[in-house]
Structure formats: C-alpha cells, structure tokens
C-alpha cells in the first residue's frame, strides 16, 4: 500500500491542523492506520491510531485530548485533527499503515507516508 500524508504547516500555539493521509494500492480496511511523529534529535514516537473497523482509538498520553484520529475508508484516507498545539507537537509527522492489529513500535511497519511537516511557533 502507498500512503500519501499532507496537511501540515506553520501554525501559532494554540491553532489547529488537519492531517490527511491518502492510501492506495491496497484494500484499506485491512489495514490498522497510525500517526507518527519525529522531533528533531529524537526518536520517531507513536501519536494515534486507530483500528481496521474505526471503533477503537489510542492516543499517546501527550496529545490526548488535543488530538483525534479518524478514517474514512469510502475515502481511503485516516486524518489527525489536531487542536491547542504548542511548540513541543513541531515535528514531522508521519502515518503508517499495519497489516491487522495495531502496533507502536515504528520497526513493525512496513507502510509509510513520506512525513508533512508541522512547526508551532509564534
């Protein structure tokens, strides 16, 4: 499967941002879809993800209640809204798809966006 992320940006403390990510080449709701992100200097880092039926959700403590993870499989496409960003969320954010269940730890996947890139600053 190839997964297309966009949606990032430059937004001030406080804003919002949608993410999208795009997958084709494969049957989606196969698939358990997954928001990474990477600060620099740091290690990649599991943001949300959400299961193949869509009726379960996890966050990371850090975004919980800021962030939502959805999917649209009529669309192909998993989003991470994200709201009252501060500068610690500035990283490239990245999603990935599982085959089945899914995982946090980035060595377990095979399916990755190309990252979009979210900076928070005033």
């Known amino acids: 499967v190839q997964l297309q992320a966009s949606g990032g940006g430059l937004v001030q403390p406080g804003g919002s941002l949608r993410l999208s990510c795009a997958a084709s080449?494969?049957?989606?709701?196969?698939?358990?879809m997954h928001w990474f992100r990477q600060a620099p200097g740091k290690e990649r880092e599991i943001v949300a993800a959400v299961r193949r039926s869509g009726t379960s959700v996890n966050y990371a403590d850090s975004v919980k209640g800021r962030f939502t993870i959805s999917r649209d499989d009529a669309k192909n496409t998993v989003y991470l809204q994200m709201n009252s960003l501060a500068p610690e969320d500035t990283a490239v954010y990245y999603c990935a798809a599982r085959w089945g269940a899914v995982a946090t730890t980035p060595s377990l996947f095979a399916y990755w966006g190309q990252g979009t890139q979210v900076t928070v600053s005033s």
């Open positions: 080449g494969g049957t989606f709701s196969n698939y358990a």
